[in-house]
């Protein structure tokens, strides 16, 4: 784009060589000056690149603490968002160094370093005759009111006195012509400096020609180069050969040419026009034809005709600072247009540098600026997207646990409760199966003991052992066979109720950990019942009866009455039976002494007479008679054998009959407590079930609180990262595009 050039009002000179109407120095470009433009367009994209990098900062931190808490955020994104923020934090480093930069190149004495002194308004390099710049001097604004010198690679900050030592060409150290010396000087003593404008300083192009080390090393940044050339003499083919490597190097460099020591011109002014003509059409020529780096109405902008010597010499005295050249009270011929002419120049460089610099230092931050937006929005869309759904699964698995957390603790209760009416059905059955085996085991125990076969004495002390091993023999069968038919029906019964209200109870549970529950929780051993019949108690009062008693014989009929009814007796009551057995034996006592002195029969045949005949009483009497005969002449020790194991099967029976409430109940405690032993397991397991299932709803919650929490967050960010998008693009639009 054109720059409108800035028109010096300029009248022709009269006879003596003055202008008739020129205005005073310092007078011209009372508008604020350009350079404010670069300044506030840096300000404010700093804020902008200073707020993405927070926002990215923000997303960053979210996205690594996210990364711990669930599996959405791999290392991949991680990376990628770690790259984003260097890349934005690279930008603002840069920002906060990018300045406006100008270089001046010439030959040697040529007043390169006194343009500069001119342009600052101080004496702030060395000048003089010869060659006095040694190598590049970069002159910096800082904040300090300290003027200090640097050099590269070094952080010691060395007194602004040294450069005239150190800098210039009259020293003896050996400092090379391309060394960078920094020179910071007080912002407050100069615009330019003020305005982020950075001037270097360069030794003679004819004193060392290289071109490209120098361009490469201190000139890649450049926005602006100043030729500064000698007016009095004309372009050199040296001077035309270094800006050839700058335009190799940099394509189109902004070049602006001073013809210094103008003044000069006006030892000779009859020939002013036609030299400042020459030279005119001479720069135009290398700026429009040699080096191809503008337009010739450009070009006609960027070549001056100046004595920054003068410039510098009025400045200072405008300061209070008398130079030794400027000591003459009337100024020289035409001074007031080659002021005239400087401040044209700086104007003209002002524009130039500032559009440059706005859009070679901005650009491409702004546009890659934008495309880190642009790649996080898409990122924390990509990752919105899958923490939704992630969020809405956890959300419902969650909403699914709580519920099943609840159900099964009130499940768990209703089963553990259960556990009594378990406790009552099997107590019934058991109630039900003893008394039925009872039954059936009573009536085989004549069997059982005719396989005892031992053989049977009627002697005292061979009958005192053959009952110690009866007693033996019936202990072993009723501690083994008799138990375990009384059991082997109800153990099943117990083992399926037991399994019925485990499966019940697990099916209460959580369905997420029955599995964990069934393999983490071994079984008990199997239950059996556990009983005792303590036969030596059983028949410690067991008297056996060996002497003859007929059959028919009232006192053993008697007995066999008494025998019956005490026996219903006992299967009522316990205790009291025992005195009725104890009564009812006397009762037989006296009955078989009465029977055995024939008082009986005297008695039996009275009341017979009275109602049959003799003939009647008589047959009655034979039959009565044969039938005692024959059991009086088989009364032998098989005899006594058979009846000592019928007495000894009646003793068992009515003894096993009272030890059967016992038993019933002795087996009931024993499935009470198998059952009271399982509900405690069963409570146990579950509350170890539940207490874990609460700790992966906690767990859970926590995971929905984060992603909640991260969405929450990326939300904003993402309408943050939006508005930076907007205001990178206003701001091309502000600063950028009138130039681009």
Request: net charge negative; with cysteine.
């Amino acid at each position: 784009m054109d720059l409108p050039p800035i028109n010096v009002n300029k009248s022709t000179p009269d006879s003596r060589g003055r202008s008739k109407s020129l205005r005073p120095p310092e007078a011209v470009n009372a508008s604020p000056s350009p350079l404010h433009k670069f300044v506030e367009a840096k300000g404010k994209i700093k804020d902008i690149f200073i707020r993405t990098e927070q926002c990215i900062d923000k997303v960053f931190r979210a996205i690594c603490e996210q990364s711990f808490n669930c599996d959405l955020v791999d290392a991949d994104i991680v990376g990628r968002i770690e790259n984003l923020k260097q890349g934005i934090s690279s930008i603002g480093n840069i920002l906060s160094r990018d300045h406006m930069k100008v270089v001046f190149f010439g030959k040697t004495s040529n007043g390169k370093s006194t343009s500069i002194n001119a342009m600052l308004r101080s004496k702030v390099l060395p000048t003089g005759m010869g060659h006095t710049t040694r190598c590049f001097i970069q002159v910096e604004g800082t904040d300090a009111a300290q003027k200090y010198i640097q050099f590269d690679n070094c952080s010691d900050k060395l007194d602004v006195e040294t450069i005239h030592q150190k800098a210039s060409a009259f020293c003896n150290s050996d400092l090379g012509e391309d060394v960078m010396v920094r020179l910071y000087w007080p912002k407050s003593d100069s615009t330019l400096l003020q305005n982020e404008v950075v001037l270097l300083d360069s030794p003679g192009i004819d004193v060392a020609p290289q071109y490209d080390e120098w361009i490469n090393k201190h000139c890649g940044d450049a926005d602006v180069f100043v030729f500064v050339c000698n007016a009095e003499a004309t372009l050199t083919e040296t001077e035309k050969s270094f800006f050839r490597h700058v335009k190799d190097k940099l394509s189109k460099p902004n070049i602006f040419i001073l013809n210094n020591r103008w003044d000069a011109s006006v030892d000779e002014p009859e020939f002013i026009d036609q030299v400042r003509e020459q030279h005119m059409n001479r720069c135009i020529d290398f700026l429009v034809n040699d080096l191809q780096s503008c337009t010739e109405k450009e070009a006609r902008n960027r070549i001056f005709f100046v004595s920054s010597r003068e410039m510098l010499s009025t400045r200072l005295k405008q300061k209070g600072i008398h130079s030794p050249s400027g000591a003459s009270s009337a100024p020289p011929e035409r001074f007031e247009e080659r002021c005239m002419e400087f401040q044209n120049f700086e104007r003209q460089f002002e524009l130039c540098i500032s559009k440059t610099a706005i859009v070679t230092k901005f650009y491409s931050h702004v546009e890659k600026g934008k495309a880190i937006c642009e790649e996080v929005c898409e990122l924390l869309d990509t990752l919105l997207v899958k923490i939704k759904a992630e969020l809405k699964e956890k959300s419902e698995r969650l909403n699914g646990m709580e519920s099943s957390y609840k159900s099964a603790e009130e499940d768990v209760v209703s089963c553990l409760s259960s556990a009594s009416g378990v406790v009552e059905d099997l107590s019934k059955k058991v109630r039900k199966r003893i008394s039925s085996e009872f039954d059936c085991q009573t009536n085989r125990f004549d069997a059982m003991l005719e396989h005892f076969l031992l053989e049977f004495s009627s002697d005292p002390d061979r009958l005192k052992d053959y009952k110690k091993k009866m007693i033996k023999f019936v202990d072993n069968v009723l501690n083994t066979e008799f138990i375990d038919s009384c059991t082997g029906r109800l153990l099943p019964e117990v083992y399926k109720e037991e399994q019925s209200l485990e499966m019940h109870f697990l099916s209460c549970l959580p369905p997420s950990c029955r599995d964990n529950i069934l393999s983490s929780n071994p079984k008990s051993a199997p239950f059996k019942f556990s009983f005792v019949i303590p036969c030596d108690q059983l028949f410690k009062d067991f008297e056996e009866h060996l002497e003859f008693q007929f059959s028919l014989g009232i006192a053993h009929l008697m007995r066999k009455l008494s025998s019956y009814k005490c026996l219903d007796f006992h299967s009522n009551k316990v205790v009291q039976g025992e005195e009725m057995y104890s009564q009812s034996s006397a009762v037989v006592r006296y009955a078989s002494a009465v029977a055995d002195g024939g008082v009986g029969i005297v008695l039996l045949l009275a009341l017979i007479k009275r109602t049959v005949g003799w003939p009647v009483i008589v047959t009655i009497i034979s039959i009565y008679e044969l039938i005692y005969l024959y059991e009086r002449l088989s009364w032998n020790e098989k005899a006594k054998e058979r009846k000592f194991k019928r007495q000894f099967s009646d003793h068992l029976s009515r003894k096993l009959k009272i030890m059967e409430v016992t038993i019933i109940s002795t087996f009931q405690q024993q499935i009470q407590r198998e059952i009271d032993d399982l509900a405690c397991r069963l409570d146990a397991v579950a509350t170890r079930a539940l207490s874990e299932t609460k700790d992966e709803i906690k767990a859970l919650e926590k995971q929905v609180a984060v992603l909640e929490k991260v969405t929450s967050e990326y939300t904003p960010v993402k309408k943050e990262f939006v508005m930076l998008q907007g205001e990178l693009e206003n701001f091309k639009n502000s600063y950028l595009r009138p130039y681009l």
